[in-house]
Structure formats: C-alpha cells, structure tokens
Antibody, heavy 124, light 104 residues
Framework: QVQLVQSGAEVKKPGASVKVSCKAS????????MHWVRQAPGQGLEWMGI????????SYAQKFQGRVTMTRDTSTSTVYMELSSLRSEDTAVYYC?????????????????WGQGTLVTVSS | EIVLTQSPGTLSLSPGERATLSCRAS???????LAWYQQKPGQAPRLLIY???SRATGIPDRFSGSGSGTDFTLTISRLEPEDFAVYYC?????FGGGTKVEIK
C-alpha cells in the first residue's frame, strides 16, 4: 500500500536549519507530486510548497520563499524539506502529502495520503 | 487571496445524528477545487471529498459534499463514533480554520 514515512522529531535553536525527510513506498515515486504542509500546535493547516519528483521542479508559498528548499532523491524515493533561519513561530508538525494527480498533468492540490508528521520545535 | 471561513467552530452532536458543516469562500470559486479533510487527534489529515462532491477512496457514503460559488457543505448523514474529529475545507492551496465535531 502507499506509505509516506517521515523522519523523527527535531529540536532546533532559533536561527538554525532543519531538514525533514519523507520516504515513499508502494507506488512509482516519480509519478506523483509531493507537497509539504505544516500545522502549528492547536492551529490549522498551512501549505508550504510542492515538488515534482520526476524533474525536481519546485514551487513555494510566498511566505516561505527564500527560507525553504525542497529536494528529492529518486534512488531512495525520498523527498526532503529544509527550512532555514528558524524562529519560534516555526514550531509545528510538518507533513508531506502526495498529490492525487499523476505527473505530468497539473497538480490537483488535493492531498492523499499524508505522512505521519514530524514535530519541529524551535526553542532557545 | 481566498479566505475560507468554516462554521460552526464546534458542533456538539450525538452518535446517529446528522452533521452539517459549512465552508464559505471570500470570493466565488470553482467547485472543482473544493476538498474536505478529516483530522483526528495526533493523526495526519485524511482526504474525504474532492471536487466538492467526489468521495476519496475508501470513504463511506455517509459522507457527502455539495455546494457551489462561495458556499459549500460537508454532510455526515449519521454520525459514527469514529467520525468525531476536526474537519477542514480546502480551496486551491488555502485551508479553512476547521470545525470540531464533538460528542454531545
């Protein structure tokens, strides 16, 4: 079955960077876009960006431009999300989530399934 | 920028009752892009409905979506114990603030 397994929780100091991984299995990795969505404690969902695992192209939410980098490793079917210049407001659970549409059609921006989430805590 | 407003914030109902959740967009949007997700405590969200009314794989038919323009609705025809959760609507890349369905 389709599975997205994310890396474990992280604790970072303000100003540092964090890199979260998301390993996909159960389908052809390069056939589906992958998104990253975050959720601050007790808050709603916030879209961060998308990567096309086939060619590696990315698109980021304006809010995160310049601070976020999404990459992929096709040899291990893994996507990565790196967020730099961390501040306390970046404390959140970060999710990878697969688009339901097959590349090269335009992404639907509907997410299914999701990874289990990675808690990133930013604290001095 | 589209803003999605969900109401009510909390819905208190008993198992077996009907739940009606609302999602209002700040501007008219294509129903083709409206989705609903369910999130239980400590879990990732799960896609329920996409394209305003199409159920995702494995979603029971007690869940239904409707609406157009600026007003959309998620209906749970008869609440099961596992349906008590938070529900989010989504349009393009924006999410609503969520509606919590709790046991009365």
């Amino acid at each position: 079955q389709v599975q997205l397994v994310q890396s474990g929780a992280e604790v970072k100091k303000p100003g540092a960077s964090v890199k979260v991984s998301c390993k996909a299995s159960g389908y052809t990795f390069t056939s589906y876009y992958m998104h990253w969505v975050r959720q601050a404690p007790g808050q709603g969902l916030e879209w961060m960006g998308i990567i096309n695992p086939s060619g590696g192209s990315t698109s980021y939410a304006q809010k995160f431009q310049g601070r976020v980098t999404m990459t992929r490793d096709t040899s291990t079917s893994t996507v990565y999300m790196e967020l730099s210049s961390l501040r306390s407001e970046d404390t959140a659970v970060y999710y990878c989530a697969r688009d339901i549409v097959v590349v090269p059609a335009a992404p639907s921006n509907w997410f299914d399934p999701w990874g289990q989430g990675t808690l990133v805590t930013v604290s001095s | 920028e589209i803003v999605l407003t969900q109401s009510p914030g909390t819905l208190s109902l008993s198992p077996g009752e009907r739940a009606t959740l609302s999602c209002r967009a700040s501007q008219s949007v294509s129903s083709s892009y409206l989705a609903w997700y369910q999130q239980k405590p400590g879990q990732a969200p799960r896609l329920l409905i996409y394209g305003a009314s199409s159920r995702a794989t494995g979603i029971p038919d007690r869940f239904s979506g409707s609406g157009s323009g600026t007003d959309f609705t998620l209906t749970i025809s008869r609440l099961e114990p596992e349906d008590f959760a938070v529900y989010y609507c989504q349009q393009y890349l924006a999410f609503g603030g969520g509606t919590k369905v709790e046991i009365k």
